[in-house]
């Protein structure tokens, strides 16, 4: 006997009509939505279940579900073009030979955040689409005034809960990583491993058998670490010692642990990764928390990842640090401090620090980079390599460096002004020229043709009116470059 002949057999035994007995369904065919943001603290199988019972059960007596689209591991603010089963279901409704007539969904705060709802269902309603919501017992009507205040509603609720929670967790785990120490999750620092700190603090999760973890250094690869902060402490750059670790056949990060770092290409060690080892604090033993921060879903993220949008740095002073030691320390904190200074201000034979006027608002006009800041025969330049990195050998057919000396751009602004019709910066602006072209929303753009000057992308600034033609040449102004144009093997160190 089938589970749905045992339930009529009990409920005519009680005296009770059996389920058939209640009315013929009308027909209605209708397509299941749920969603669950995380599989690893979630069991799928109970999630969609309940889901989908209180989808039935509103539904009960009009049609049945005859297709699922069910999510997983997609947060709600992830748009529904951006979650597979969403974006499939969409798609299905475009068809006109689709499966169902309507879309029923378990709970809004499942489906919908923010202002998604009025997109969704104006969309469905536009191909003939109904969608029932518990909510509002049955099919959403966008023209009712009931139905619309209880979506804004419902948003807001969505909203207030997602920005509740989220300061919780944020407030809970900064005063774990400050007053505990504790390690809160994440790939390893190259250097260390995880090692087995005993059972969760929290008896409910011990008894689950979850464990908590600490940092231990990796012997094969702690060595190396202490090896860049002594070297670095000497004075070394940092595209040598990519170089060095490079020429010695040293695994980089992503190839030293490969399991946790499938999204890195790997093969060499490059600048930017020695940099940011040498930055890590958490190799003087404290740890850290909430250097990095994603704001919302969108363009920048990682492919297939967990974490939304761009990942951006958060400033020292958002910074979680535990107020004791929390793991054995790979360098000791007088000279991590040392090696930051090395970094930040690194002093010239005659004790100056070298200060760059219009550093950032440079762009090389033949690939597009903006261009480093550049201190040669003793003044200030701006250079682009386009895209070649020190830590690498130089490959042969390599374009000519462009290269602009800072007093050349200085003495060219107010023509270059006038030529884009604005006002040239007065005698007193001195070193505060960069801050006046920001204002302006403009940047410099220099290649082997010559300068001109251009909107800074994202601020409103008077199109550039000066054309390459009516621009001061580079290579009729600097005789540095001239030598490059006679020899265009000349290497950056020589221009």
């Known amino acids: 006997m089938t589970s749905s002949g045992f339930v009529d057999a009990v409920a005519a035994r009680r005296g009770g009509a059996p389920r058939s007995a209640a009315g013929p369904a009308r027909g209605v065919r209708f397509a299941f939505y749920g969603r669950m943001s995380t599989r690893g603290f979630q069991d799928p199988a109970t999630s969609r279940s309940w889901q989908r019972a209180v989808s039935e059960e509103l539904i009960e007596g009009v049609g049945e579900i005859v297709v699922d689209f069910f999510d997983e ?38 489906a919908f955040y923010g202002d998604q709802f009025r997109e969704v269902v104006a969309r469905l309603n536009e191909l003939g689409v109904q969608l029932w919501l518990p909510e509002a017992g049955g099919p959403v009507e966008l023209d009712s005034p009931v139905h619309e205040a209880l979506m804004v509603l419902l948003g807001a609720q969505a909203q207030r809960e997602v920005v509740r929670t989220r300061h919780r967790v944020k407030a809970a785990m900064g005063g774990q990583t400050r007053l505990e120490g504790r390690f809160l999750g994440g790939r390893p620092p190259f250097g260390y491993r995880l090692a087995d700190a005993g059972p969760h603090p929290n008896v409910t999760h011990a008894q689950w058998g979850r464990r908590v973890h600490v940092l231990e250094p990796d012997p094969e690869t702690a060595p190396w670490v202490r ?105 000791d904190e007088a000279t991590f401090i040392a090696v930051q200074r090395i970094r930040v ?30 201190w040669v025969h003793g003044r200030a330049g701006y250079r682009c390599r386009h895209g070649y990195k020190a830590a690498l050998p130089r ?87 001239e030598r490059q144009k006679e020899n265009p093997a000349t290497s950056s160190k020589e221009c």
């Open 227 to 331: 090896w860049l902060f002594a070297e670095r402490a000497r004075g070394r750059s940092v595209a040598s010692l990519a170089r060095e670790l490079n020429d010695r056949g040293v695994p980089c990060p992503s190839d030293a642990d490969q399991a946790r770092n499938s999204h890195q290409p790997g093969g060499r060690w490059i600048a930017r990764t020695i940099r940011l080892i040498l930055e890590n604090p958490r190799y003087t033993g404290r740890q850290v928390w909430n250097r990095h921060a994603t704001k919302g879903h969108g363009a920048g993220g990682r492919a297939d990842g967990r974490g939304s949008g761009a990942v951006r740095r958060n400033s020292v002073q958002e910074w979680e640090v535990s107020e004791q030691r929390a793991h054995t320390p790979l360098v």
């Open 73 to 110: 591991d997609r947060s709600r603010r992830w748009s529904w073009q951006d979650r597979p089963a969403a974006s499939a279901l969409l798609a299905a409704a475009e068809d006109r030979d689709r499966g169902f007539d309507a879309v029923v969904v378990g709970e809004y705060e499942r």
């Open 395 to 481: 490959p042969s057919p390599v374009p000519r460096t462009v290269y602009v000396r800072e007093d050349q751009l200085r003495d060219a602004l107010p023509g270059l002004l006038s030529q884009h019709g604005g006002e040239p910066p007065g005698q007193d602006v001195g070193n505060d020229v960069g801050d006046y072209l920001r204002r302006a929303g403009l940047e410099i753009v220099c290649s082997h043709a010559g300068w001109g000057l251009r909107p800074i992308p994202g601020c409103p600034a008077p199109e550039l009116v000066a054309s390459p033609g009516q621009m001061p040449s580079v290579l009729e102004t600097d005789p540095t470059v």
């Open 345 to 374: 201000a690194r002093p010239t034979k005659d004790g100056q620090t070298r200060e760059y006027a219009l550093a950032g608002l440079v762009v090389c006009g033949e690939c597009g980079r903006r261009m480093d800041a550049h």
